[in-house]
């Protein structure tokens, strides 16, 4: 499975941005889809995930009821919509996926900086 990021950007606090990521090759074995972000000097963590129907939905404390992801099973295209951006959102988001079969897969990161 190959994934490509797309829709980082610079936005000032208060916008928003949606986020996709497109899955190509072997899709069918993606049992779950999360997005990830990285700070400078800081460690990658989770920032929402969702299963491979979108039926289960999980996420990170700091986004709830500000970010919404969701999945498009026939386009292999998974989103994150951020909503409310914060300076602190600034980061380099990617895209996970993982199955029993295919393991785990990243894309190449996008990066999102929000201005003050």
């Known amino acids: 499975v190959q994934l490509v990021e797309s829709g980082g950007g610079l936005v000032q606090a208060g916008d928003s941005l949606r986020l996709s990521c497109a899955a190509s090759?072997?899709?069918?074995?993606?049992?779950?889809m999360g997005w990830y972000r990285q700070a400078p000097g800081k460690q990658r963590e989770l920032v929402a995930a969702?299963?491979?129907?979108?039926?289960?939905?999980n996420y990170a404390d700091s986004v709830k009821g500000r970010f919404t992801i969701s999945r498009d099973s026939a386009k292999n295209t998974m989103y994150l919509q951020m909503n409310s951006l914060k300076p602190e959102d600034t980061a380099v988001y990617y895209c996970?996926?993982?199955?029993?079969?295919?393991?785990?897969?990243w894309g190449q990161g996008t990066q999102v900086t929000v201005s003050v």
């Open positions: 090759g072997s899709t069918f074995s993606i049992s779950a």
């Open positions: 969702i299963t491979s129907g979108g039926g289960i939905t």
């Open positions: 996970k996926a993982q199955g029993a079969t295919m393991g785990t897969a």
